[in-house]
T-cell receptor, first 109, second 114 residues
Framework: QKEVEQNSGPLSVPEGAIASLNCTYSDRVSQSFFWYRQYSGKSPELIMSIYSNGDKEDGRFTAQLNKASQYVSLLIRDSQPSDSATYLCAVGGNEKLTFGTGTRLTIIP | EAGVVQSPRYKIIEKKQPVAFWCNPISGHNTLYWYLQNLGQGPELLIRYENEEAVDDSQLPKDRFSAERLKGVDSTLKIQPAELGDSAVYLC????????????FGQGTRLTVV
């Protein structure tokens, strides 16, 4: 089992709709959870961090964390073509910060 | 505030040659990471520093890779000799302190070994 798992996609969402990206992790003692956006040929850019169970909202982005289910998600509301990118989930624990392989998101105009 | 700065942005070398990458983290950030990213994959940790101490180098191929972080600020990652399979993007990231603080990436160095 991979430490951090994401559906590789591609995930296609119509413009204006909600995009939902999911991530599961294996280490129960994980403490911090991050979402990064990576455009093709660019480096990862941090967009959200979450540390406690529940929802955290920042503009059009909402991160959701459920530690009991070892699950973290990212919702993007009112999706725009500029949201087309690969989204990386990262999980921090006692020993390492581990990344998933990313989900490629395409917003269809 | 300046972000993480890496150089060079691109490097093409012949196999068996040495290569070095440089990283200047965000001012005040104690934690520095070197990651390797292959196409279509997530970043994979090579080494993590807390100040000048390498606290996790378990994934660093020590027969050919070396790293240093003098004075707990700038860092250099070296490969000697380079192999074809080392072609990848090398990413440096820094965070304020520890694994659970937000990490910010530099622009990366794209290495091509021919």
């Amino acid at each position: 089992q991979k430490e951090v798992e994401q559906n590789s996609g591609p995930l296609s969402v119509p413009e204006g709709a909600i995009a939902s990206l999911n991530c599961t992790y294996s280490d129960r003692v994980s403490q911090s959870f991050f979402w990064y956006r990576q455009y093709s040929g660019k480096s990862p850019e941090l967009i959200m961090s979450i540390y406690s169970n529940g929802d955290k909202e920042d503009g059009r982005f909402t991160a959701q964390l459920n530690k009991a289910s070892q699950y973290v998600s990212l919702l993007i509301r009112d999706s725009q073509p500029s949201d087309s990118a690969t989204y990386l989930c990262a999980v921090g624990g006692n020993e390492k910060l581990t990344f998933g392989t990313g989900t490629r998101l395409t917003i269809i105009p | 505030e300046a972000g993480v700065v890496q150089s060079p942005r691109y490097k093409i070398i012949e196999k068996k040659q040495p290569v070095a990458f440089w990283c200047n983290p965000i001012s005040g950030h104690n934690t520095l990471y070197w990651y390797l990213q292959n196409l279509g994959q997530g970043p994979e940790l090579l080494i993590r520093y807390e100040n000048e101490e390498a606290v996790d180098d378990s994934q660093l191929p020590k027969d050919r890779f070396s790293a240093e972080r003098l004075k707990g600020v700038d860092s250099t990652l070296k490969i000697q000799p380079a192999e074809l399979g080392d072609s990848a993007v090398y990413l440096c990231a820094s965070s304020l302190s520890g694994l659970n603080t937000e990490a910010f990436f530099g622009q990366g160095t794209r290495l091509t070994v021919v």
